[in-house]
């Protein structure tokens, strides 16, 4: 089954505590990216990957750190998490071969920072 | 810069009624792709479609259809015979050349309710 899992899926921290939010895609995607979702601002794109070693910023990079090491793999690191990144967060991956194109969507993930 | 407006905020309407989500987009790109998500109540965020700007040909997907105009840079969604199950927040979103969400830029989300 065609699946990308985000993991913690609700977070509570602190101000300045660093986290990681993982997120893991099962389809061979090239593509993956990193989404933050607020209330009246719809989905912004804070990072994205091309592939392995291959990332860029999105709109909104401030604050956020992403590595790909692995094709699977692409986490969303916060270094030093402040209240203004609280917020929901989705990972997504796609896939665009031949005419074909397919994206899937995480769960999301839902970080407080107090 | 690349920009996406969905008007309508809201839209509620009777259990088979018709109903048109309209957006709007801005792009210096000629080559650009729209997409359409949606939202259920749930929260989990669903693709729909992918539309390349060289297509203008309307899609169909059973209920689900989607008129793309390059003249008025809309690509609106209408959903046919609508259901409850339709309740949603639907997204329309623009990326550039590549088209594969490697930077895209979403609008702010239309709420529709279907009423029973």
């Known amino acids: 089954e065609a699946q990308v899992t985000q993991n913690p899926r609700y977070l509570i921290t602190v101000t300045g505590k660093k986290l990681t939010v993982t997120c893991s895609q099962n389809m061979n995607h090239e593509y993956m990216s990193w989404y933050r979702q607020d209330p009246g601002l719809g989905l912004r794109q804070i990072y994205y990957s091309m592939n392995v070693e291959v990332t860029d910023k999105g709109d909104v990079p401030e604050g956020y750190k992403v590595s790909r090491k692995e094709k699977r793999n692409f986490p969303l690191i916060l270094e030093s998490p402040s209240p203004n990144q609280t917020s929901l967060y989705f990972c997504a991956s796609s896939l665009f071969a031949g005419g074909r194109y397919e994206q899937y969507f995480g769960p999301g993930t839902r970080l407080t920072v107090t | 810069a690349q920009k996406v407006t969905q008007a309508q905020t809201e839209i509620s309407v009777v259990e088979k009624e018709d109903v048109t989500l309209d957006c709007v987009y801005e792009t210096r790109d000629t080559t650009y792709y729209l997409f359409w998500y949606k939202q259920p109540p749930s929260g989990e965020l669903v693709f729909l479609i992918r539309?390349?700007?060289?297509?203008?040909q309307n899609e169909i997907s059973g209920r689900y259809s989607w008129n793309f105009q390059k003249s008025t840079s809309s690509f609106n969604f209408t959903i046919t015979a609508s259901q409850v199950v339709d309740s949603a927040v639907y997204f329309c979103a623009l990326s550039e050349a590549y088209g594969s969400a490697r930077q895209l830029t979403f609008g702010s989300g239309t709420q529709l309710t279907v009423l029973p």
């Open positions: 539309r390349n700007s060289f297509d203008e």
